[in-house]
């Protein structure tokens, strides 16, 4: 079993930004692809970021595309999400996910699931 634990969120300013971080008990084949999605109250989980541990590819949601970046540190086991010129639309509960691969953007192939992290920017 892994588990993932999440940090970093908190309250910003439209414009501000914040750095999550996701780390993970150990990596192994089923963490082979991880995630960032987010999901606010009464909506969908939404894929935001992912990349292979392999660090070989790197996908974006189209809302995120220039704003946020995905990055790992396989020495740490640990991935984070730079999260740069914030805005209120970003708001939501951020949960890190590992799998083992597959689309990225799909839930479904995300065996693994922080407890997620808030992150909240007001206007």
């Known amino acids: 079993q892994v588990q993932l634990v999440e940090s970093g969120g908190g309250s910003v300013q439209a414009g501000g930004s914040l750095r999550l971080s996701c780390a993970a008990s150990r990596y192994t084949y089923s963490t082979n692809l991880m995630g960032w999605f987010r999901q606010t109250p009464g909506k969908e989980r939404e894929a935001v970021a992912a990349?292979?541990?392999?660090?070989?590819?790197?996908y974006y949601a189209d809302s995120v595309k220039g704003r946020f970046t995905i990055s790992q540190d396989n020495a740490k086991n640990t991935m984070y999400l730079q999260m740069n010129s914030l805005k209120p639309e970003d708001t939501a509960m951020y949960y890190c996910?590992?799998?083992?691969?597959?689309?990225?953007?799909?839930?479904?192939?995300?065996?693994?699931w922080g407890q997620g992290t808030q992150v909240t920017v007001s206007s």
């Open positions: 990349t292979y541990t392999s660090g070989s590819s790197t």
């Open positions: 996910a590992a799998g083992t691969g597959g689309s990225w953007n799909r839930p479904g192939n995300y065996a693994h």
